[in-house]
């Protein structure tokens, strides 16, 4: 309750940690608090995803020195100082000489000199204490390696039983990951690509394409790419997301001394800020939320930054400049107009109805100056909307009318507080209703 109050919108089950039992506990505390509030708790399924790993070592730990030569083979043996197993097949597969691999998060750089397929003799760049199972990461490979492991078949079979909104695909390489997921998904929830991986970034656009929703992981983003290389990924991947009207979210480090502090440096709450400023429909907090000691302040803080900067005259100027021109399609136009319509007579409010979002979606990426309430029939699209931009999502009944629709919307705005008498609304929706992105019908109504 006390998260969502801060202005929390969107809830992770992190699938890495806990339980079924422990998920679900969250998961039903989350959709008992969505009755009592009567507003929306979107729920995002976060998948493990492959975890490549170190086996073991003779004494639990190891110092490779820096200029030594380090062997990895795909046995089972016991690391020390000059070798280790690595049980990745598919990593071995990949190798070619003068290929980077990176352990530890990046804290041991080795140099591949000679491979095959089930060994690797490589010079360490950069030494450092090893231990059990530290994770590997393969920068410049693109590895034979699905996305969704057989721990993830479950997890996902178990988030889609429970009703999860969004379904995080970590480890996405390329287009065809995101293809996999969608069909195991089958329409149940909505598909969110962590990019992580240099391969993705080089495939950004079709990868845009197919997935509902975007994340800039910036964690083993940032063990795989340059530090200097992260920021201006996260804005390429920013404005890929929103040229393709696809909310996008920033995540990782975000405020990460809230972990153990009541206030964010100043540095991070930059960070934060550059994301708004760029476009980001989201930022997440990850450990601050997970297990520091001020998770409703770091909730708080984060909000306070956000609508401090959507207030700064440079957030309009920056958002009107960077919006792309419409497409020639009915649905552009009037998602276009309404944003024009709204900000030229000083509406309250733009209100969209759409079954399955795409409205929504297509208002959204117009930026406008003024709030956009999504009306939908859908529960599901009801709670997914809460992870776009500016929208304020509500629910209705089947349209019967465009009567009807204007009679809804003008009672939805009333209530919600969002305009009074005299002021006037631009409403948008699809005729027939219930037709995915015919937005076709524009109307400006005065409440009386």
Not at 8 to 22: E, I, P, Q
Not at 80 to 95: D, K, M, R, T, W
Not at 399 to 428: R, W
Request: aromatic residues 4%; charged residues 25%.
């Amino acid at each position: 309750m006390r998260l969502f109050m801060a202005g929390a919108d969107v809830f992770r089950l992190n699938f890495s940690h806990g339980t079924h039992d422990d998920h679900k506990r969250v998961y039903n505390i989350l959709r008992e608090l969505e009755e009592e509030l009567s507003r929306p708790l979107c729920v995002l399924l976060d998948l493990q995803g492959p975890k490549l790993r170190l086996g073991k070592f003779e004494d639990g730990k190891a110092m490779v020195q820096t200029g030594n030569p380090f062997r990895l083979q795909l046995s089972n043996v016991a690391g020390n100082e000059v070798g280790a197993s690595l049980p990745h097949p598919e990593i071995f597969a990949a190798l070619q000489p003068d290929m980077s691999l990176l352990l530890d998060d990046g804290k041991v750089e080795l140099r591949v000199q000679r491979c095959g397929d089930d060994y690797a003799e490589t010079m360490v760049v950069t030494g450092g204490l090893l231990s059990n199972h530290k994770g590997v990461n393969v920068p410049s490979a693109i590895l034979d390696l699905s996305p969704i492991t057989e721990k993830d078949h479950k997890d996902l079979a178990f988030g889609l039983e429970l009703g999860v909104d969004w379904v995080a695909l970590s480890f996405v390489q390329r287009p065809e990951d995101i293809i996999e997921a969608k069909r195991l998904i089958g329409g149940r929830a909505k598909v969110l690509a962590k990019l992580e991986k240099p391969s993705a970034i080089e495939q950004l656009d079709e990868i845009v394409e197919l997935s509902d929703a975007l994340m800039v992981a910036r964690g083993d983003l940032g063990v795989e790419l340059p530090p200097e290389d992260v920021p201006a990924v996260q804005k390429q991947i920013i404005y890929s997301s929103r040229r393709a009207g696809k909310p996008v979210v920033v995540a990782t480090q975000m405020l990460e001394s809230m972990i153990n502090a009541p206030t964010p440096t100043r540095a991070e709450a930059s960070d934060v800020a550059t994301a708004i400023y760029d476009g980001a429909d989201a930022v997440m907090l990850s450990g601050e939320t997970a297990v520091g000691k001020y998770p409703v302040e770091a909730v708080s803080m984060m909000d306070r930054i956000i609508k401090r900067v959507e207030i700064d005259p440079l957030y309009r100027k920056i958002t009107d400049a960077e919006r792309r021109a419409p497409e020639r399609t009915a649905s552009d136009a009037i998602s276009a107009a309404a944003r024009q319509t709204a900000a030229t007579i000083s509406t309250a409010a733009i209100v969209t109805f759409s079954s399955t979002g795409s409205t929504t979606l297509r208002a959204a990426r117009e930026r406008p100056n003024v709030p956009i309430m999504g009306l939908t029939p859908n529960r599901a699209t009801y709670r997914q909307m809460a992870l776009t931009w500016g929208v304020h999502s509500l629910m209705t009944a089947d349209l019967t009318s465009f009567s009807e629709m204007v009679n809804i919307a003008v009672d939805a705005a009333k209530k919600e507080e969002f305009a009074g008498s005299g002021d006037t609304l631009v409403i948008t929706a699809g005729v027939p209703f219930g037709t995915s992105g015919a937005t076709n019908i524009l109307r400006i109504a005065v409440i009386e």
